[in-house]
């Protein structure tokens, strides 16, 4: 009878433990949404999987009744450019702009193209080897797969691999125009070249690294958000929307002409250099006015 008490009790004990992990471990379990993730009632993003581009409609060339192409650099050290560098790690869903570009560029989503200080030339000839052309240029830390059915390398780099924290400029090619079939003045981004600047004992040097079609971009950019404001982080929207909406600061380096000269090469100093800014920035606002003059 004792031995029997006494089993019952270790049993019962054990039963009673069991039961209670259970019981724990199925409460802990709720805490956690399908992603291992605390879950909460008040989002802090919002789901951008599905979201496309506003369409972008092209003029046709014989409706095009002016244009000017020009040429900006995006300096992310102005506190207006700020949302396209932070932040430096990843966090929260939010990545830099450059973390996003090398991604889809690595992944072969999007194309690019060497950049040539000339002229820029979309095409199969142009495109950059993602190895030979950053990745062993830049002395990226990477890891190569091979697939063995296609043959195809691809390349896997760390997130702290990434030089997004470089990358303190960019590029933007852009054209201005007027559609007299619509009778509108606009402004479409063709590309975007980002620019590794850095300090390797020879002193600070700039690397554009590709240029990379702004469409192409398009549809991955509406779909990644982007933090624009400190005072209000309900304030979201997409980097899509931050460059249709020229929310960003820049300056003028180059407009199109005959010589493809850029303003550096035909002003002296820092003030000849804004004189040339401002000029060039009058010219494409005093055009749009004189279109609706009679």
Do not use: H
């Not at 060339?61 to 990843?90: F, G, H, S, T």
């Not at 090469?265 to 040339?276: I, L």
């Amino acid at each position: 009878m004792k031995y029997s008490r006494l089993f019952l009790v270790a049993l019962s004990s054990f039963i009673f433990g069991v039961t209670a992990a259970n019981a724990q471990s199925n409460t802990m379990d709720d805490f956690f949404n399908e992603n291992g993730e605390i879950a909460s009632d008040l989002p802090t993003s919002y789901e951008m999987e599905d979201l496309k581009p506003i369409e972008f409609v092209n003029p046709r060339a014989d409706d095009i009744y002016w244009q000017k192409v020009v040429y900006r650099v995006i300096d992310l050290r102005e506190r207006m450019n700020y949302p396209l560098y932070y932040p430096e790690e990843a966090n929260d869903g939010r990545e830099s702009f450059f973390a996003i570009i090398f991604k889809l560029v690595n992944d072969r989503k999007v194309p690019a193209f060497r950049y040539n200080e000339r002229t820029e030339k979309f095409n199969k000839d142009n495109l950059i080897d993602v190895e030979e052309d950053f990745l062993k240029k830049y002395d990226l830390i990477y890891k190569t797969k091979v697939n063995p059915t296609t043959k195809v390398k691809t390349f896997e780099v760390e997130d702290a691999d990434i030089p997004n924290t470089e990358v303190i400029k960019y590029y933007v090619k852009e054209v201005w125009f007027f559609d007299k079939n619509s009778s509108t003045f606009n402004v479409k981004i063709i590309s975007i070249c980002p620019v590794l600047v850095t300090n390797k004992g020879v002193g600070i040097q700039s690397y554009p690294l590709f240029w990379i079609p702004f469409d192409n971009l398009r549809p991955y950019l509406v779909q990644r958000e982007v933090m624009i404001t400190d005072k209000n982080n309900g304030a979201r929207m997409s980097y899509d929307d931050l460059f249709m909406k020229r929310r960003f600061a820049s300056n003028i380096y180059k407009e199109s002409n005959l010589q493809n000269r850029m303003i550096l090469q035909y002003n002296a100093t820092p003030e000849d250099v804004k004189r040339e800014q401002e000029r060039i920035k009058t010219d494409i606002l005093n055009e749009e006015q004189d279109l609706w003059e009679y």
